[in-house]
């Protein structure tokens, strides 16, 4: 393989710059191409509201671990969760009445990275700038609702990994 092809397909390995959310938060403006308060499609710009956000952290994970979105709220904001894209380790609750009394929304939500994200990056795949996936859930206020996104990518545990899993903590225990 020449020199020029390997770096093509290096290149083509790594995630490029995530999407930016429209709305800077507790902002009504829009940094976004769009008119007024709508959130644009993607690749280059996530949902985002006013009324709060999500941070993602971390940003990249393999499968396997843990993710956690945090919410930050503003304008009177309350989180809505969405289901997030894996099994939920914590958190994750909405806003509850039962009998009067009022148990707020979780401010964080953490699942577990059940499936990798496409390898190698793809924004043509994955919808989003840079090949990054994107998860969203929704923020209510006194105007009503509206959905906040962040960015996240899922690394694919290579086969040397795994093997290397499976024999770790083995080694020098022979009998």
Known sequence: ????????????????????????????????????FQNPAPPDFMAATYYGQIHISPHIV??????TASVVTANGGEPSWATPPG????????????G?????????????????????????VSGWRGGWEVWESGFCGFFGCAPSGDYYYVKPVKHRERRHHKTHGRRGHHK
């Open 1 to 36: 393989m020449s020199s020029a092809s390997t770096q093509t397909v290096h290149k083509t390995d790594k995630l490029g710059p995530p999407p930016e959310p429209c709305f800077p938060l507790g902002s009504s403006h829009s940094i976004c191409p769009e008119n007024g």
């Open 100 to 124: 009067g009394s009022t148990t707020p929304a979780d401010m964080t939500c953490t699942w577990k990275a059940a499936q990798a994200s496409e390898f190698p990056p793809s924004e043509s």
């Open 87 to 98: 099994p939920i380790v914590s958190g994750c609750e909405n806003a509850m009445t039962v």
């Open 62 to 67: 393999k499968v396997g671990h843990d993710l």
